[in-house]
């Protein structure tokens, strides 16, 4: 019943752009923050951006600042991770996450190298 979606994921060269899209259902998405985690390969998963209930405030983290942007779409239940001048260390596999039970996708993978 509850699932979430990330899309948009793919194989880039560095400096190029991607955007990553969370679609969710089986939750009251307006009430909800969300987070965008990453992780690298062998590395632990980390928080890289976070969106508020109410989408006028985001936190990045410092090694995405001024790349990454995050939105939300409440109308169609949707996160957005835009993401500028990526660089081989951004390679992983990101999630989104949110809800009253913290749910997570499955994840979408972002691969950048020359």
């Known amino acids: 019943q509850v699932q979430f979606v990330e899309s948009g994921g793919g194989l880039v060269q560095p400096g190029g752009s991607l955007k990553l899209t969370c679609t969710t259902s089986g939750v009251a998405f307006t009430k909800y923050a969300f987070d965008w985690y990453r992780q690298a390969p062998g590395e632990e998963r980390e928080v890289i951006a976070t969106i508020s209930r109410d989408g006028w405030a985001a936190a990045y983290a410092d090694s995405v600042k001024g790349r990454f942007t995050v939105s939300r779409d409440d109308a169609k239940n949707t996160t957005y991770l835009q993401m500028n001048d990526l660089k081989p260390e951004d390679t992983g596999v990101y999630f989104c996450?949110?809800?009253?039970?913290?749910?997570w996708g499955q994840g979408t993978q972002v691969t950048v190298s020359s």
């Open positions: 996450k949110g809800g009253p039970g913290n749910y």
